[in-house]
C-alpha cells in the first residue's frame, strides 16, 4: 500500500467542478482568454492536477506569485505561458530567462537585469508592466509609465507583452472606487496602446470578472472563482452562484471510546462531558491545517450528520462528539471537513466567518502532508 493510500486525511479534487467553473468564468469573460491564478499551490488545491486539467481545457497562459512555482510545473511537464504576479530581485533573472517566464515589472533595475541575462544567453524576455492604480502593493507610478516604455524601447531583448494592474476593493458591493480605479487604468492602457510587443492589456480578478465588465480588456485573471468560491458575499451578479466548489476535505474515525459525564477532553480540559458521551478521534490537527482556533467552533459531518468537534484540536488529531450516532457510527467512518453530504455542507465560507477571515486562507493553509487526489466526478452529494 502506498503512503498515499496510509494516509486518512485526503484533499479531494474534483475535475468536473473545475471544468464547469471554466465555462462559466469563460461565458463571462465574453470571449477573453482566462489567464487563471494557480499560484499558492492552486490555492491549496495542487497545483500540478489543477495546471495539467486547465491546459487541456485550453488556458494557455497561467499566473503564479513565484519563478519557483513555474519551473517546478515545467518540470512536471506542464506545457504553458507563465506570468509571475509577485516582483522578483534582479538576481532571479537568468532563471526568468532560462525558464521563458514572464515577469510582472515594477522596477528598473529588474529591467536592466533581465535584459542582461537575456543578452548573454542570446533569448528575449517577454514581461507585464504592471501599474499601480490604487492597489499600493505593487507595480510603478501612472506618471512613470512612459519612462519605463524608453528603457524597454532600449533594449530590445525585453519585449513588454502585458500591461496589467490589480483591484483592492472590486469584492466589495459599492463599486465607485473601482470604478474610478478602472478610469485611471484605462487612461493609461490608452497611451500605450501602441507600443511596441504590446499584445494584452489585463486587470480583471474573479470579483471584477463577475461585477465589473468593462475590466475586462485583452484577457482576465480569476483566481478564488475558478475553485468555485465566491470572492465574497457582496458580489452583486447572481451567476456567482453557480460557482461548484473543487476541493472537498475529508478524514476517517480512527477510535470511538465512550466516556462519563464531567469528562475533561485534550490540552487544558477546555471542553467537559455533560453526560454519558461517545467521543470519536479523528486523525487531522492543526498540522494538517484545521486552524486551532475553530476549537469547540465548528461541526462536521459523519454520515451526513453535523457533529461538534470538542476540546482543543491538536497539531494531528481531534475530537468530535458522535454521541447522536451512538450505534449507527463505526471505526473507519467517514468524516466530511470541508464538503457536502445531502442537506448538509460544511463550506470554506462558514469556516472563515467562524475565523474572521476569508475562504482564500482556509483552502491555502491545508497543509502539504494532506494528499491531493483527483476525482474525475463531482464533489459527492
Not at 21 to 28: A, G
Not at 167 to 192: C, G, I
Not at 281 to 293: N, S
Request: proline share 7%.
Amino acid at each position: 500500500m502506498t503512503a498515499e493510500a496510509l494516509h486518512l486525511t485526503r484533499a479531494h479534487v474534483h475535475l468536473d467542478a473545475l471544468d464547469s467553473n471554466v465555462r462559466l468564468l469563460r461565458e463571462l469573460a465574453d470571449g477573453r482568454p482566462l489567464w487563471p491564478a494557480i499560484k499558492a499551490n492552486a490555492y491549496g488545491h495542487d497545483a500540478e492536477i489543477v495546471a495539467r486539467r486547465l491546459v487541456s481545457l485550453g488556458c494557455g497562459t497561467l499566473c503564479v506569485a513565484h519563478a519557483p512555482e513555474a519551473i517546478a510545473l515545467l518540470r512536471a511537464g506542464i506545457r504553458a505561458r507563465f506570468v509571475l504576479l509577485s516582483p522578483s530581485l534582479p538576481e532571479h533573472a537568468d532563471a526568468i530567462v532560462a525558464h521563458d517566464l514572464e515577469p510582472a515589472v515594477s522596477r528598473l533595475d529588474t529591467i536592466e537585469a533581465l535584459a542582461a541575462a537575456a543578452e548573454r544567453t542570446g533569448r528575449r524576455v517577454c514581461v507585464h508592466l504592471n501599474v499601480d492604480t490604487g492597489m499600493g502593493r505593487v507595480g510603478i507610478p501612472r506618471s512613470d509609465v512612459p519612462t519605463y516604455l524608453e528603457r524597454f524601447r532600449a533594449h530590445p531583448e525585453v519585449s513588454v507583452r502585458g500591461l496589467m494592474s490589480h483591484f483592492p476593493r472590486a469584492d466589495e458591493a459599492d463599486k465607485s472606487w473601482s470604478l474610478a480605479q478602472l478610469a485611471r487604468f484605462r487612461e493609461v492602457a490608452e497611451q500605450a496602446r501602441g507600443e511596441p510587443g504590446l499584445e494584452v492589456v489585463h486587470m480583471a480578478n474573479s470579483a471584477a470578472l463577475f461585477d465589473l465588465p468593462d475590466a475586462r480588456f485583452d484577457a482576465v485573471r480569476p483566481g478564488i472563482a475558478i475553485y468555485g468560491l465566491a470572492p465574497s458575499a457582496e458580489i452583486q451578479n447572481p451567476r456567482v452562484r453557480e460557482l461548484q466548489p473543487v476541493l472537498e476535505w475529508t478524514t476517517r474515525i480512527t477510535l470511538l471510546k465512550e466516556v462519563p459525564a464531567n469528562t475533561g477532553l485534550s490540552y487544558g480540559h477546555i471542553f467537559h462531558t455533560r453526560r454519558p458521551s461517545l467521543i470519536a478521534t479523528v486523525p487531522v490537527g492543526y498540522g494538517d491545517g484545521l486552524p486551532r482556533a475553530l476549537s469547540n467552533r465548528v461541526r462536521f459531518l459523519v454520515s451526513g450528520v453535523p457533529c461538534p468537534q470538542v476540546g482543543n484540536i491538536t497539531m494531528d488529531q481531534c475530537l468530535l462528539d458522535v454521541t447522536a450516532l451512538r450505534g449507527r457510527v463505526a471505526l473507519g467512518d467517514e468524516v466530511v471537513l470541508l464538503g457536502r453530504r445531502g442537506a448538509e455542507a460544511v463550506t470554506a465560507d462558514a469556516l472563515a466567518e467562524t475565523l474572521d477571515t476569508i475562504p482564500y486562507e482556509v483552502v491555502t493553509r491545508i497543509a502539504a502532508r494532506v494528499p491531493r487526489i483527483a476525482v474525475a466526478g463531482g464533489p459527492a452529494h
